[in-house]
């Protein structure tokens, strides 16, 4: 045996990251542009202050204050409400779905998706050993809900991930596809992950509304992205009580630290402000997509804070050729297409600038 005693199926393969380069403009990883005002960051620092005078005890290891405020937050999505007893939250979006397919995956379970979806739901199911089904999307990277469900019917999957809006194309899904789904699935867990359901367009509801119709219900969110909080890696789900309780089982004791619950209820005192530049940045991407699209460039319909474009016959050339003029996007998604965060109005405006000289080259 080789050294280390690595599990075969994880020999030779590269750990999951997008790349981290210092360069003027980064727009490939989907953070929220504007940073936290004084207040709120002063506010944050006086609450770590406070949480480090307790740091020779464990924290509360069901973070009942950051639940009951994540209740509170997520019940303005749904006339039902949210009730803390129906919140679980860990260390990213990342570690609430490790849980989930902790918890109802495994050996003899299967996990589904539609690509083009987000790459670590794979990995997810490759590190709870859970088998990996994945349907297809149509041409618009919509879903096809009779291939959806005839999918489902068949494998009968103990967990189903559909991110909405969906990363790498994001596009959201319509309410009866979710509600369709989880009839489908049975006592399977359907889980609609919401990372960037802040940003969705008016009129497209959040799947919270759905929580009182279907027990298999999860919907998860992450303070990443529209609350401008990505290095603080707090996410979150809301789902049937017995979901929550279930998750219990598998987390790790106390993983969710003093700072980290105190952090976050100081970032949630500052909602209106960390989410006072989500309308402005919804702006900037439809213009970005108007922009692109006048290129003669296909875009996908997008309710993220991204744009998914192409399509090029050599991406990873246009992709170096933006790098090499200073702007960062994402080599993501299918053969041909690149993906852009949406940034400041100035960093959107460098983007288009270097995609046009890129272009020109490449034509020319």
Not at 127 to 139: F, K, Y
Not at 187 to 195: L, R
Not at 208 to 235: C, D
Not at 239 to 254: F, G, K, M
Request: hydrophobic share 40%; glycine share 6%; charged share 20%.
């Amino acid at each position: 045996m080789s050294w280390p005693p690595l599990r075969e199926e994880l020999r030779g393969i590269e750990p999951y990251g997008a790349p981290q380069l210092d360069v003027p403009v980064q727009l490939n990883v989907n953070e929220n542009p504007y940073g936290p005002s004084l207040a709120c960051t002063a506010d944050i620092a006086t609450a770590v202050a406070t949480a480090a005078t307790t740091l020779h005890r464990y924290p509360d290891r069901e973070f009942t204050e950051l639940r009951t405020a994540l209740a509170a937050y997520l019940s303005r999505d749904t006339p039902h409400g949210i009730a803390p007893e129906q919140v679980w939250a860990a260390n990213g979006s990342n570690e609430v779905m490790l849980q989930l397919l902790q918890a109802f995956g495994g050996p003899g379970r299967t996990a589904l998706s539609f690509a083009p979806t987000y790459s670590m739901y794979p990995e997810y199911a490759r590190d709870t050993v859970t088998e990996w089904v994945v349907g297809h999307r149509e041409s618009d990277f919509s879903l096809d809900l009779d291939h959806a469900r005839d999918l489902v019917k068949e494998r009968q999957p103990s967990v189903i991930l559909l991110p909405s809006p969906n990363n790498p194309t994001g596009t959201a899904l319509p309410p009866e596809a979710v509600g369709m789904l989880c009839e489908a699935a049975g006592d399977g867990i359907v889980v609609v992950d919401e990372a960037y359901g802040e940003f969705r367009r008016t009129g497209v509801p959040s799947a919270v509304e759905l929580l009182p119709e279907h027990r298999n219900l999860v919907v998860s969110r992450t303070m990443s992205k529209a609350f401008a909080a990505a290095g603080l890696r707090l996410g979150y789900l809301a789902a049937d009580p017995a979901i929550c309780d279930a998750i219990r089982v598998v987390r790790l004791p106390y993983h969710l630290s003093s700072v980290t619950q105190a952090a976050a209820l100081a970032a949630l005192r500052h909602a209106p402000e960390l989410l006072g530049k989500v309308d402005e940045l919804r702006a900037e991407r439809d213009t970005t997509v108007d922009w692109l699209r006048a290129q003669g460039l296909q875009v996908a319909d997008s309710d993220a804070n991204f744009a998914l474009f192409g399509t090029f016959a050599d991406r990873h050339a246009v992709w170096q050729g933006l790098l090499d003029r200073g702007v960062l996007i994402r080599e993501t998604g299918p053969d041909g297409w690149l993906r852009v965060s949406i940034g400041t109005a100035d960093e959107m405006m460098a983007f288009k600038n270097a995609l046009t000289e890129v272009v020109e080259q490449d034509v020319s």
